[in-house]
C-alpha cells in the first residue's frame, strides 16, 4: 500500500527522522483515485448505502475529490 500512494502522491512533507535512525516520517496528499479507492472501499454493504442519513454525511465529491 505504501508504494501504491508514494507512486502516486502529488505532494510529500518531510516530517523528520523516525525512532529507526534509517528511516523518516513523511506525509503525502492522495490524489483523487486514491482517495475514491477507498471511499468504495468503506462501502461494504451496498443494503447500507441508502440508510437515511448515510448520504448526507458520508459521500464523496467528484468535482473536489473530498469525501
Do not use: H
Given at each position: 500500500m505504501v508504494n501504491?500512494?508514494?507512486?502516486?502522491?502529488q505532494d510529500i512533507v518531510l516530517i523528520?527522522?523516525?525512532s529507526d535512525r534509517e528511516k523518516y516520517v513523511f506525509?503525502?496528499?492522495?490524489?483523487r483515485e486514491v482517495k475514491r479507492k477507498y471511499f468504495d472501499a468503506t462501502l461494504?454493504?451496498?443494503?447500507?448505502q441508502n440508510a437515511d442519513?448515510?448520504?448526507r454525511y458520508w459521500n464523496f465529491n467528484e468535482k473536489t475529490g473530498d469525501i
Open positions: 501504491e500512494i508514494l507512486n502516486d502522491a523528520g527522522p523516525s506525509a503525502v496528499a492522495p490524489s461494504t454493504n451496498p443494503a447500507e442519513g448515510f448520504n
